[in-house]
Structures are given as C-alpha cells and as structure tokens.
C-alpha cells in the first residue's frame, strides 16, 4: 500500500492567520476567542462570543481575485497557498493532472447568501450582484485552490457539517492510495459568522458563553471560522522530490450512526475511531494522544468519553485527550483542519496542547483532558476525531515522522 | 387558562404524550423528551407565550415543568412590566 505523508499545512484562523501563529497559540494555551464584532451584538440573544478572524485583509492576500470569492473561498485560497509554498510542490507538466484538490465544508458562502437575502427582503432591492451564484456555491473554494495552483486533478468538496474536513483527508487518501493521483490538496474552510447563521444556532439552544469542553457545568459551543490546507503526498513522491515530512497519515475511519439527526452516538463514534486503527494499523496501546471533538456541549463531551472507553479499553486512563476548540472556536467544517494542526504539532514537538477552560471535573468525563496548559509529552501516534450533526463521523490517525 | 395549563398542554401536543401523565415536577427527561424535540418543546412555549426563555432556564436533565413554567411567569411578568 502507498504511504501517505503530509508536506505541508496553512492557515488562518482566530488563533493566527499562518499555520505557525496557529500553532504557537495552542501551545501557549492562547483563546481567539472574544465579542463578536461580524454582527452587532444586539441583534443576538446568546452568540455574542465568537473567535472571529481579525486583522485579514482579502485585497492585499489575493488581489482582484478576492471579489470573485466568499470570505469562505478567501480563507481557503490563503491556506491553500501557504501550505503548497511549505511543501515546496509544483504542479508543471504531468504533476497538475496528478495532484487533488479535495475541501470540507460545511454550508460556505454565508456572508454572500446574508448579504444577497437582505438586500432582497430587507432593503426591496430591485437587482442582486451577478456574482452571488459563483461566490456562494459550495465547491467554490476547491475551484479556486485549483485554479490559483494550475492542479486539473480531481477537484471537489465534501459537506458533512463538522466531520467535513476529516472526510476530506480520508476522500485524498483513498485517491492517493487509489494511484488516481500522487498528491492532494486537501483540508477544510468555513466562515459562518453572519447574523443568519448565529441566530440559527442560538434557535438550538447550543452557543455558550464560554466553552469548556469535558468541564463540569459545560453548556455548549463557541463558533469560529476559518481555513487549514495541506498537502499530502506518497511518501515515494515527497522523498523524490527531497520534500521535508511533517507526519505521515497512516488511516482513515469513517462511520454513520444511523440514528438521532443531532443527539451523538457512543458506538458510532468508537467505529470511526476502530476504522482509522485498524486503517493505520496502528494498535490502541500505540496512540498517545487524541485531539478531541470535544465541542463542549453535554452530550458530545459524555459520549466521546464513553467512545475512548470502548475503544481503547484500559489503555484509555493513559491517554492525553484535548480539546482545541477553546481556542479557536468551533469552525464547523473546518474544525477537523485546525485540529490536524494541533495533532501534527503534537506529534513533531512533543507538546500537548491544552484543553482551555477546563474547571471542575465532570464524572461523566473522567479522563486526562490536559487541563488548562499545554504539556510536554512524546507522542508517536495521535488520532483527531470529529463527529458530525447528523450521525457522521471521521477520525485520522497520524504517525509521527522520524 | 393558567401558564400550567397552557405550557402542559403544548408538551403533550408536541411530544404526543397524554397530558394526565405531566406534573409538575416532572422534568423533560422523565416524560421521553430530548435532544431536539426538547428545544421544540420550548420553541412552541416562547411562540405561544411571546417570551423568550434564556438558556438558564431550560436545562432539560434536570430542570421540571414546574421551573420552566415558573420562567415563564416571570418573562411574562418581565414583557407586561417593560
């Protein structure tokens, strides 16, 4: 079988607008989080704290080319290209029809579909701007990494709200592993933060104040925004080309629960944990680290811990497990890139980053959630779980590189 | 019609339960009402009532009928004040 490494990672986040400030946040145990500034804070009940993107400026990052895009499409393109000049790949002759592009997401294209409905109900406009369509459909920003890039592979998108991004490393593995292609750009984007999006979320019942993920008296998620990309290649393929390795992906697992449209399953997330095991074939006592869903809410939180359980048995009480969202928020069908940030960080460094905002234990969490501050520790492989609204779930599984 | 009355009968419409089986101190859990269909439940009371019920109040593990009716009157009693 084809190894798979990852080459190179980009981002741009609340935490950072690189991969390396991204990075460097988790380890300082440092929150983007803070008053929303996107949307006035008056027009919301609950999700007035957000870890919104600041200091971005779309002309200066991409040119003209920025008003084609959704802040979606934006963040994506910016992330894209870090991570393509990290890896130092090229896409010249056959090497473009070789290469993929696979993005996660979840619903982009929000702030142009707000914008284009107000002006439509609220203000009676009578003409809406020509380029709403090409700015708010959804495989926009994989359009857009290919056509910046010259890649003419296989180009396209997977949604499953906040598993999108994971699904997309396992859609660019199969394909690499598949001999369709020898590279992938791949990772994950969203930029949800618009007055329509907060208040559908605040309508369920589950923005908080503050997250704090597998803490006693948790009351639900912080959202944020954002892209990560990176690329990944055989290992044949980035030796040849004398590319440095950041981690190799050793698997995929995905499952569906089958079951509640939004309640979490225990035993279809420890599927997708046990698939991407068995993937990397990689044994439960291997992994010592597990980048976390851990969204914050009551019930994600119990049931991941109850998955760890199942799957890792008494090896489980060893594990560190975190949850970054704290610091970046939950960026829904981006979540999934930020976190590989955290896991590959982990696994090159050897330190943990922190779950923020953890307070008082909760017995339905009794696990080592690294609490507060960030920690040296060796890792030699590390999984990074999102599980979906919607029963959808996808884990990978990282192995340090040496 | 009392608050109880009224929020009573929109939790058996909406989880399709008998009414004689709510009280008071019955919580949400009890009566086989989570996940989504809670939020609808309290979705329902703020459209009937025209109140808006914050987070606080609508704990579904642990909170009754009771206190949910008692936030209730007391975002009333907030509306007619202000």
Redesign the interface.
Known sequence: MRRIVITGMGAINALGNDAASTWAGMVAGRSGIGPIERVPAEQLRMGNVVAEIKGFDPVARLGERAAMMDLAGQYAVVAADEAIAQAGIRFDGENGARTAVVVGTGASGEATRDDQYRRLYADNASRLHPLGIVKMMINASASHISMAHGITGPTFVVASACASSNHAFAQAAMMIRAGLVDAAIAGGTEACITLGTMRAWEAMRVLAPEIRPFSAGRRGIVLGEGAAMFVLETLEHAQARGAMILAELAGAGMSSDAGDIAAPSADGAAAAMRAALRDGELAAEEVGYINAHGTGTQANDSTETRALHQVFGAHARKLAVSSTKPMHGHALGAAGAFELIATIGALREGVIPPTLNYHEPDPACDLDYVPNVAREQAVTAAISNSFAFGGLNAVVALKRWV | MSTQQETFEIIAKQAKIDIATIKPESTLKDLGI???DA?EV??DIEEHFDV?L??ED?DF?NGTVGQLIEAIDRQIAAKSAG
């Open positions: 989570a996940s989504l939020i309290i979705f808006t914050p987070n609508t593990e």
